[in-house]
Antibody, heavy 121, light 107 residues
Framework: EVQLVESGGGLVQPGGSLRLSCAAS????????MDWVRQAPGKGLEWVGR??????????EYAASVKGRFTISRDDLKNSLSLQMNSLKTEDTAVYYC????????????WGQGTLVTVSS | DIQMTQSPSAMSASVGDRVTITCRAS??????LAWFQQKPGKVPNRLIY???SLQRGVPSRFSGSGSGTEFTLTISSLQPEDFATYYC?????????FGQGTKLEIK
């Protein structure tokens, strides 16, 4: 069974930094692209970014709203995904989901339960 | 970035109704579109991929259609468990973008 478990959320002041982690199990983590998606309280879903697998040189993509401030990385030996968030803004307040996306695959995607990040003074 | 515009933003309907939600892309995305359902306090669940392919395990009352810039999600006969918020997602080009959501409520 695929499991994705996020950790690292909490309260941080504007301008501060936070690092989220996602522990993956139940599948060959190193084979897959991985995404972060967020959802502000009472709002819609926002795609944050992606890290590709080794076969695609671990390259990354980001939403315009976080580019230059957030960094996605992975550790295939530890089956772990990370999201380093710097220069945080109040509008970054959201639940952050780690996902194994499916894109055009029939296999289905998987989501963690999310971790809440609150940016407030 | 590609903008995804869903309509309506909210709607009310009755059990047994046929419901259609529309998603429009600001440029051609071929069929690289998925539909998700999200219930309160739950993570999103993918219903449709490649615009019209039904995810395994999803009831056949859900269907998707469209290509290019206009897409629809149809629920043929609403069931009580279908009252939720629905999102489209384009994955034709980066950054991926979701529609703003359609909240489906009980009339």
């Amino acid at each position: 069974e695929v499991q994705l478990v996020e950790s690292g959320g909490g309260l941080v002041q504007p301008g501060g930094s936070l690092r989220l982690s996602c522990a993956a199990s139940g599948f060959t983590f190193s084979d897959y692209f991985m995404d972060w998606v967020r959802q502000a309280p009472g709002k819609g879903l926002e795609w944050v970014g992606r890290v590709r697998n080794k076969g695609h040189s671990y390259t990354t993509e980001y939403a315009a709203s976080v580019k230059g401030r957030f960094t996605i990385s992975r550790d295939d030996l530890k089956n772990s995904l990370s999201l380093q968030m710097n220069s945080l803004k109040t509008e970054d307040t959201a639940v952050y989901y780690c996902t194994r996306p499916a894109d055009s695959s029939a296999s289905g995607d998987n989501w963690g339960q999310g971790t809440l990040v609150t940016v407030s003074s | 970035d590609i903008q995804m515009t869903q309509s309506p933003s909210a709607m009310s309907a009755s059990v047994g109704d046929r419901v259609t939600i529309t998603c429009r892309a600001s440029q051609d995305i071929s069929n690289y579109l998925a539909w998700f359902q999200q219930k309160p306090g739950k993570v999103p669940n993918r219903l449709i991929y490649k615009a019209s392919s039904l995810q395994r395990g999803v009831p056949s009352r859900f269907s998707g259609s469209g290509s290019g810039t206009e897409f629809t999600l149809t629920i043929s006969s609403l069931q009580p468990e279908d009252f939720a918020t629905y999102y489209c997602l384009q994955h034709n080009s980066y950054p991926y973008t979701f529609g703003q959501g359609t909240k489906l409520e009980i009339k």
